[in-house]
């Protein structure tokens, strides 16, 4: 199996299928950890992590906290509201202080695309992304991956469907890239006000017109997040019409091959995107994601200590 | 492979050590109540195979093995581990006041020991943890002895012991390169 020799994780788009397979294997086995009683190895012992949030978070921000406890590194959490950014202090400059702290890994969210790349050029420990506006989210990619791997057994050939807001989501980006690299076919829907200008330019993706025409016989349907936070008014007239046209109930879930996954990376907005019979329901994978992120990140923190300078 | 290789054991020797290392496994803890083998990734689980295997014919009733993969216990993760996969360690049952023997294919600096006993302890407090390897070649960095050993080389630093196996995992020969 490939080496993996990043410093950095970014985006899955900078990552080969190899440094993907080796993230999953990875993940795969330090799983086991975080069943035991005594949930902790000392791989990180004195490696020091910061979490620096621009950005709301509680599942990512939590599962990467956990992720570096059991790995017996240090974490430090920083949020917006008790940084100095808000004294307005620029991204590089906070960069630098935190620098002169000596970190190892710095795991960042920010609401800028391609923030992560200005920091990695300031900074010399490795940086994380942890979701860059509507770029990239990997750790997130990269567990709904192990997901699916988990149910099918590989990636390869699976038709896996990826419905609703597609513009603002760097979740649907990351999937894509991580997905068509592992050989699975991806079908995108949403309201034309929700789909990016030359949407099949964001990989080798179909565009459906339609949300049946997307989930018709997928092995995994994905429903994205209504961001309400990231969109005006106009993108949709209201959260009724959007559940109608673009809502997954058990009956369009029907369409679906039968046991199809449904996934979700959360937070839901119950009965807007999925209806709570979906939700709650036998096909969903949702909690198996939220169990599986932390592996993941703990694969990401393990790996990136032994990349090399890019 | 180096020029200069030499066989130290072959196959049936190997056989041999590991029957005797399972009888003297009996003899110590009078029998295989509450003992249990746990192999070190990858020779060690192998190994720890073939004397459970070994210790059914001899005793019958079987004995539980497990193995641990130790790369998140090492203690010089920097150098060498991130860049390559973690493997698994599968332990399907508690070892609380369990015999533990440790099984693995050469002790050398005793540091891959050492690692394996923190990784047990996260399994429960076994009630003692003896060592059985295949070849013991010197070179000790820390104060650690097998309790059972298939045959003490003496070696220099420049060379290197290996217990080489077949696609059945089992093994085939102890070979010395220099």
Do not use: W
Request: aromatic share 4%; glycine share 8%; net charge neutral.
């Amino acid at each position: 199996m490939a080496e993996f020799k990043h410093r950095n994780i970014i985006a899955l788009r900078d990552l080969t299928k190899g440094d993907i397979e080796l993230l999953l294997a990875t993940a795969e086995n330090l799983r086991e950890i975080n069943s035991r009683d005594i949930k902790k190895v000392p791989t990180l012992r004195g490696k020091t992590i910061i979490n620096l949030f621009y950005e709301a978070s509680t599942r990512t921000r939590t599962s990467f906290e956990i992720a570096a406890k059991r790995l017996s590194a240090d974490t430090v959490n920083i949020s917006p509201s008790t940084s100095s950014a808000t004294k307005g202090e620029t991204l590089a400059d906070t960069a630098l202080n935190l620098l002169a702290m000596k970190p190892d890994i710095i795991v960042m969210r920010h609401a800028v695309s391609g923030s992560h790349y200005h920091l990695a050029k300031k900074v010399t420990c490795s940086v994380i992304n942890a979701g860059d506006g509507a770029h990239e989210h990997p750790s997130q990619g990269l567990l709904d991956l192990l997901t699916m791997k988990d149910k099918f057994g590989r990636l390869d050939g699976l038709k896996v469907a990826i419905v609703g807001d597609i513009t603002h989501s760097r979740v649907a980006r990351s999937d894509i890239q991580g997905l068509t690299k592992m050989g699975s076919h991806v079908y995108l829907a949403g309201p034309p006000t929700m789909m990016p200008p030359a949407a099949e330019r964001l990989g080798s993706v179909t565009v459906c017109a339609t949300m049946k025409e997307a989930i018709q016989d997928a092995d995994v349907v994905m429903m994205l997040r209504i961001q309400q936070e990231r969109q005006g008014k106009t993108l949709m007239p209201n959260a009724r019409e959007y559940s109608r046209y673009f809502g997954l109930n058990p009956e369009n879930l029907k369409l679906a091959k039968p046991g199809a996954m449904v996934m979700h990376p959360g937070p839901i907005n119950r009965g807007v995107e999925m209806s709570s019979y979906v939700v709650d329901g036998s096909q969903s994978h949702i909690l198996k994601q939220v169990e599986n992120g932390v592996a993941v990140r703990m694969a990401m923190l393990y790996h990136v200590c032994g990349g090399e300078l890019e | 492979m180096t020029e200069n290789v030499t066989v130290l054991m072959d196959e049936s020797g190997i056989k041999r050590a590991l029957t005797r290392i399972s009888h003297e496994i009996l003899e110590r803890n009078k029998g295989v109540r509450d003992v249990v083998l746990i192999g070190i990734r990858s020779g060690g689980a192998f190994l720890a195979e073939e004397l459970a295997k070994a210790i059914t014919v001899i005793e019958g009733g079987a004995v539980p093995v497990g193995s641990v993969d130790i790369t998140l216990y090492r203690d010089d993760i920097k150098s060498h581990a991130p860049h390559l996969p973690v493997g698994k360690t599968e332990i399907g049952f508690s070892l609380q006041g369990k015999k533990v023997v440790l099984v693995d294919d050469v002790l050398f600096t005793g540091r891959t020991i050492r690692a394996a006993m923190d990784a047990l302890m996260a399994h429960g407090r076994p009630e003692c943890i003896q060592l059985a390897v295949l070849i013991d070649r010197g070179h000790r960095e820390l104060p650690i002895r097998a309790d059972f050993v298939g045959r003490n080389v003496p070696t220099s630093l420049k060379e290197n012991v290996q217990v080489v196996f077949n696609e059945q995992n089992q093994p085939l020969e102890v070979v010395l390169e220099k």
